[in-house]
């Protein structure tokens, strides 16, 4: 319909098609139903942090995570997620010395957003050394 010139009549099946591909994790589908509805794509921040995540908990890949997480901390200092996953991703990666100022700054982030749960889990880690 959007080819044919009439973009207001495909406007409800890209939106249906990008409900369905964000259900299904079809990014290449969901981005190209985005540019259809004009939609902004994820941020690069957005994007890093997924790749780290998917890189961490599904390939099991640290190292490549960590990588990611460090380039959401270069452009945001202050990204909670990304402080506390990259010091899980360092201590995954053999590398507890490294990820210790990590762990104290996520738990220092955690008590100012009162998570209980990451204040847990980073005092827990911080006890153990290095």
């Known amino acids: 319909m959007d080819r044919s010139g009439k973009p207001a009549q495909a406007q409800p099946y890209w939106e249906k098609s990008l409900a369905m591909a964000a ?6 589908t ?3 139903a985005r ?8 941020s690069p921040e957005d994007a890093a942090m997924k790749a780290g995540l998917a ?3 599904e390939k099991k890949d640290a190292v490549a995570a960590a990588g990611d997480f460090r380039r959401v901390l ?3 200092p202050n990204h909670y997620g990304a402080t506390f996953q990259l010091a899980k991703a360092l201590d995954q990666a053999g590398n507890p010395a490294e990820s210790r100022p990590f762990w104290e700054k996520a738990l220092k982030m955690a008590e100012g957003y009162k998570d209980a749960e990451t204040v ?4 827990e880690r911080l006890a153990r050394r290095p």
């Open 23 to 28: 259900a299904i994790k079809d990014e290449t």
């Open 30 to 32: 969901a981005d190209t």
């Open 35 to 42: 540019k259809r509805l004009g939609l902004p794509g994820p």
């Open 55 to 57: 890189a961490l908990y």
């Open 74 to 76: 270069e452009m945001d």
């Open 120 to 123: 847990k889990v980073a005092k």
